[in-house]
Each structure stands twice: as structure tokens, then as C-alpha cells.
């Protein structure tokens, strides 16, 4: 009797899922399946129910494993289950969890909080058959993810993206990449900072791997008329550079030009906006429309005539990697203005495929705003140009099967269609 081959599926571990922020999680995922891999995604909380998915996301939450609410009797019954079962595995993870150096005892606290969630998530997926665990983002989810692999015997693999988790405040930084069976991050900024914090004899481990997009969603279709329309879209975080947006667009007023800006996102400087705005007497050409969902958001791309994010790095550190709202504008063949910060020069060459200025200098940005404004053909210069670089680099299909061929070559040997994913034997 032949037995049945091993079942291809995954366990993905995410923080909030699914988020506005994350899409390319969503992207990753859809790929995979489409592929004939089972992936079971565990999350550690319910997205807000205000937040506006988008049809997809709202499919895609279906199934999906969530750890909170607690819910006590369970969540005892799992820590009584590995204490008389693995209670040696148990008491070891626990241990050198809490004796690592961590930052603060608020820290120390969290681990202990995430220790517990990653004793349920095993307990929870214990009789599942799967292949490994992999985490997304170096914070929570990879301590479980480590917890989990212990107590179930498997191995587990990160997604490490540009966050305060490795910028601001990496916990357990070291001790996640080392445990891991491998590292896919991607910008190779992402990556040199890695090695430099956890030592060049993990270089091997880490890969980069660049997100990817849905290319065929995104198709120049510009619909502006009258006035310009400058727009910007993302988490209303300090780290994106939209004050000093405000007070380039406020500069630019004072010399006379005439647009719109239109801000799509929410998040915790909102209020701090709106005060800049109101000081800036912006009332009139500003609109903040909040979170929007992706279908919404293209439409934006559609009626903008240029695209602007000038990321910064804040007091703290914290810093993004590669936004893939950029990638998604110069997609849409918009001409793009942000920072040389990061992994940013990585996609938008300047001059050639967008504007990059020095991050936080408001001047240099109105001085790139305008030449935008002043000479639409140089725009569209590089719009087109942005966008064949998207179409190079920045392929859904194309990246996703190069981050499962890194990770899981058995199932996607290199060189292999898409499709051709691999049964064990």
C-alpha cells in the first residue's frame, strides 16, 4: 500500500490580520494556495471593526486562528497539557525566554505575555499536520513562533520587515534570527542591519527578498483635471514625513502655486495634522480621508497627478524600509517624491525613476513638489520609467515563488514554473 504523500501546509503567525498595512501578507498568501500549499494563519488579534477591508482581506480573515479574546478554560487546559506531556520542553523555553537581557521589566512582561499566547497556539494546532511555522515581523509573532517550535519539535522561519521590532526596539532580536531556520527580509537594508546586530555568521540565513504587487491591478488610468493633485498615502506616523509634506505644501501656497492634497491613512499623528494644517492655513486644499480600502485607494492613485512620501527617521530610530504605497504609485505611473532614507534609493533612483530629497528638509521637498508641478513632462518621464521598475521588481507571482523557493526548495525547486510545486515523497 502506497501511503498518502505528507500534506503541503504552512503556519503563518501575524500580529493583527488582516490590516491596511500589511496587504503584502495578504499578497503572499494568495500566492501560495494558489499554488497547492495549505496555509493556516494564526493571529494574535481581530482587525478593528471599523477598519475598511477591502472584499479580499474580508475573504481572507475567514479561517483564520485569532488568540484573543482569551479565553481562560483553554488557555489553561493548554499549559496543563505540555506540563504533564513536555513539561521538560515547557519549563526550558520558559527559561530561556526570561533569562535574556531584555530591556526593561515592562519587557520582560511581554515575553512572559507572549511565552503564554505561543503555549495555546502549539496546543491549539497540536494534532495538525504541517510543515513549519513562519513568522512575520520579529516582535510577537516570532516569540511565538519560537515557542511553539520547541513544544511542537518544529522548525520555524521569519519575515523580518522594517519596524520599530529591529529599528527602536528589537526584543529578543539575536535569539529569534538564531533559532530560526531561515531569514527572508525584504531590502538589503533590512538585511546589512541584521548582520551588523546579530554577527556576520547568520549571513547565510538571511535572504532578501523585495515584496511583491498585484501588477495587473494597478493600470495608468488618470483622471485629473484642473487643479494638481498632490497625493500621499500611509499610516499617519511621524516616520512618514507627512508634516513636513504639510509645510512644503504650505511654502508652496505662499509662492503662488495652486493643488490639492489628498492624505489617505490613519494612525496617531492625526490630530497633530490637523493642528499643522489649520496653522498653515491649508484648510482649504487639504483633505484627510482616513483609512480607505484598496479599491478606494487606487481610485486616488488614478486622480493624483504626483505622489509624495518623504519618509523620516524619528528621534527614536524608527525608520520604514521600502513603503509599498511607493511601488504602488510609480505602478500606476504616478512620478514620485520621498527621502534618500533607508531602502528607498533601493526602488526610486533619483531623477530617473522619482525625486528623492534629504529626509526632513521641508525646502528641498518644495523645491521637488514644484519642478513636478512646473514641468508635467518631466513627470511623466518618470512615471513611466517608475513604472517599468516596478514591473521588474516588484511581480507578485515572480517574488513570492523566489521567497518559496528560498525557504521550501523541496516544494519549489528553482527554475520550476509557478505551478510546479513538488510533492514529497
Not at 511601488?327 to 526610486?348: K, N
Amino acid at each position: 500500500m502506497i501511503a498518502d504523500p505528507p500534506v503541503r501546509r504552512l503556519i503563518y503567525l501575524v500580529g493583527t490580520y488582516p490590516s491596511l498595512t500589511t496587504t503584502f501578507i495578504d499578497r503572499e498568501i494568495k500566492a501560495l494556495r494558489g499554488w497547492g500549499i495549505d496555509v493556516r494563519v494564526i493571529a494574535m488579534r481581530h482587525p478593528p471593526p471599523e477598519l475598511p477591508l477591502s472584499a479580499d482581506q474580508q475573504a481572507g480573515a475567514a479561517g483564520v486562528i485569532y488568540l484573543t479574546p482569551v479565553r481562560l478554560p483553554a488557555l489553561l487546559a493548554a499549559h496543563l497539557h505540555y506540563l504533564l506531556r513536555r513539561p521538560v520542553a515547557l519549563l526550558q523555553v520558559l527559561f530561556y525566554l526570561l533569562t535574556r537581557p531584555h530591556p526593561d521589566r515592562r519587557a520582560r512582561l511581554k515575553t512572559l505575555l507572549h511565552f503564554g499566547q505561543g503555549v495555546y497556539a502549539a496546543w491549539l494546532v497540536r494534532d495538525l499536520p504541517f510543515r513549519e511555522l513562519h513568522a512575520h515581523f520579529a516582535d510577537r509573532a516570532a516569540t511565538i513562533a519560537l515557542v511553539m517550535g520547541r513544544l511542537l519539535g518544529k522548525s520555524y522561519s521569519l519575515s523580518i520587515h522594517a519596524g520599530a521590532d529591529i529599528f527602536v526596539t528589537p526584543m529578543l532580536l539575536p535569539e529569534k534570527i538564531r533559532e530560526a531556520r531561515h531569514v527572508a527580509t525584504c531590502t538589503a537594508f533590512n538585511r546589512a542591519h541584521l548582520i551588523a546586530a546579530v554577527g556576520p555568521d547568520v549571513a547565510a540565513r538571511i535572504s532578501c527578498v523585495p515584496h511583491g504587487l498585484e501588477l495587473e491591478r494597478y493600470r495608468p488610468a488618470h483622471h485629473a483635471n484642473g487643479r494638481p493633485v498632490i497625493l500621499s498615502v500611509g499610516q499617519l506616523a511621524e516616520r512618514k514625513g507627512l508634516e513636513p509634506l504639510l509645510e512644503s505644501c504650505g511654502a508652496l501656497r505662499e509662492r503662488g502655486y495652486e493643488f490639492d492634497v489628498h492624505i489617505v491613512g490613519q494612525g496617531p499623528q492625526r490630530a497633530r495634522l490637523e493642528e499643522t494644517i489649520g496653522r498653515l492655513g491649508l484648510r482649504d486644499v487639504v483633505t484627510l480621508h482616513g483609512a480607505l480600502p484598496h479599491e478606494a485607494v487606487i481610485e486616488q492613485y488614478e486622480r493624483a497627478t504626483l505622489f509624495a512620501l518623504p519618509c523620516i527617521r524619528t528621534a527614536d530610530g524608527d525608520i520604514d524600509g521600502i513603503p509599498n504605497v511607493l511601488a504602488e504609485a510609480m505602478a500606476m505611473e504616478l512620478p514620485v517624491v520621498s527621502t534618500r532614507l533607508s531602502a528607498i534609493p533601493e526602488l526610486v533612483r533619483d531623477g530617473e525613476s522619482g525625486l528623492l530629497v534629504p529626509p526632513g528638509d521641508p525646502a528641498a521637498l518644495a523645491g521637488a513638489l514644484a519642478r513636478l508641478l512646473d514641468c508635467p513632462s518631466v513627470g511623466r518621464e518618470l512615471g513611466r520609467n517608475g513604472r517599468r521598475a516596478v514591473l521588474e521588481t516588484f511581480d507578485v507571482a515572480c517574488n513570492v515563488r523566489r521567497f518559496a523557493a528560498i525557504l521550501w526548495p523541496d516544494w519549489f525547486p528553482p527554475g520550476n514554473a509557478p505551478d510546479a510545486v513538488q510533492s514529497e515523497e
